[in-house]
Every structure is written in structure tokens, then in C-alpha cells.
């Protein structure tokens, strides 16, 4: 399967900071899309993004689709303890299926 | 709202055993998917579905099989379970490019 290489693998911060995660690709990706999973559910879509260069937010979070389209970015601000869980990219090529990157698991410190 | 739902949270069975996960989607979705999740690997797919009776082999489809007799209802079927598949399993259930997962199901092999 395709690899999405998702970074960083974890990050421990302070609440009120802001978080960057990254998703990278060697192949061409027509729409990137970002998921957040908190303990013990499944993970539930926050963006979704079709066109290279393409920012969109939802709340504090903004999300955007790179130019290259073989990237993704996905910045929180202001980061409050509920912003726990794990992050995923994903990614999906000409056909009809979606690959996931490895995930980013966020801690927020009161 | 959009659910899909998993039989179990949480099972524990023995070794060799046949298991069934259990998915069922109330949208009339024509796509299913199986994942498993592990640590630091993301979320695998295992197999999906495009339509009834329909099923196509994801990435890690060795020691699984499947089922869609019935457009809402897709299982996973461990026909002998071994310890190596001790993993989060998550179902999913799309239309156009947004998946919706069920809560997921811990399988535990001793």
C-alpha cells in the first residue's frame, strides 16, 4: 500500500500552545483529509481538502492541502485538554481508496 | 447522523478460534471498509466492499475474509484466530470522500 508518513509521532504540550503536524508523500494525492480519534472511539473527519494550495479551518483548527500535492499540514491553536486523541491524515490517489498515515498522538498538559 | 456500529468493544478469544466482527451501517452506503489499527502503523485496510456480495483485498488481507450479503451489514471473519492479530479493528462505512467509522472493536488472541 502507499505510505504516508505522518510527523511527529507524538507531541506533549502545554495547553494554550499551538500544534503543527505534517503528512508526506511520494505520490500524488487528489484530496487529503484529517481525522481525529479521542481514547477509545473511532476516528471522526475534521477537514477535508481537493485542491492543491487549498486552507480551510474549522474552528481552531486549519488545515492545508500542499502545492506539490504530495503533502498536508494541520495547525491547532490554542490548544485546550480536549484536543487529546490522535491525529490522522489520509490520503486518497486517482482510484477509490483512502491510505492513512501512522498518526499523531497529541497530549495537552493542563 | 450517520452510525455505524460494531458488535463488540471488546473481545478475548482463544487461539485457532473463528471470529466474527460484525458492522452494520444505517445511510445505505455502498462502501465498507475494514481496518486494523496498531501502534505506530496507522490504520491498515484490510478489505472493502463496493457493493453487495462485492469484496476487494486491501493491504493486509492475509488470515481474514469477509462478508456482504446485505448492503447495510459488513463482517470481518478471523477463520483462525492467531495471536498476531491481537489489534484494534475498525469498521468504516463512506460516501463520497468522508468515511464514517464505527467505535471500533479491541480483540485480544490468547
Known amino acids: 500500500g502507499q505510505q504516508l508518513n505522518q510527523s511527529p509521532q507524538s507531541m506533549f504540550i502545554q495547553e494554550g500552545e499551538d500544534v503543527s503536524m505534517n503528512c508526506t508523500s511520494s505520490s500524488i494525492f487528489n484530496t487529503w483529509l484529517w481525522y481525529k480519534q479521542d481514547p477509545g472511539e473511532g476516528p471522526v473527519l475534521l477537514i477535508a481538502l481537493y485542491k492543491a494550495g487549498e486552507l480551510t479551518s474549522n474552528g481552531r483548527l486549519t488545515a492545508q492541502f500542499g502545492i506539490t500535492r504530495k503533502d498536508s499540514f494541520l495547525n491547532i491553536s490554542a490548544s485546550i485538554p480536549s484536543d487529546v486523541g490522535i491525529y490522522f491524515c489520509a490520503g486518497q490517489l486517482a482510484g477509490n481508496q483512502f491510505y492513512f498515515g501512522t498518526g499523531t498522538s497529541l497530549t495537552v498538559i493542563p | 447522523d450517520v452510525k455505524v456500529t460494531q458488535s463488540s468493544r471488546y473481545l478475548v478469544k482463544r487461539t485457532g478460534e473463528k471470529v466474527f466482527l460484525e458492522c452494520v451501517q444505517d445511510?445505505?452506503?455502498?462502501?465498507m471498509f475494514w481496518y486494523r489499527q496498531d501502534p505506530g502503523l496507522g490504520l491498515r485496510l484490510i478489505y472493502f466492499s463496493y457493493d453487495v456480495k462485492m469484496k476487494e483485498k486491501g493491504d493486509i488481507p492475509e488470515g481474514y475474509s469477509v462478508s456482504r450479503e446485505k448492503k447495510e451489514r459488513f463482517s470481518l471473519i478471523l477463520e483462525s484466530a492467531s495471536t498476531n492479530q491481537t489489534s484494534m479493528y475498525l469498521c468504516a462505512s463512506r460516501i463520497g470522500t468522508e468515511a464514517f467509522f464505527g467505535q471500533g472493536t479491541r480483540l485480544t488472541v490468547v
Open positions: 445511510m445505505d452506503h455502498e462502501n
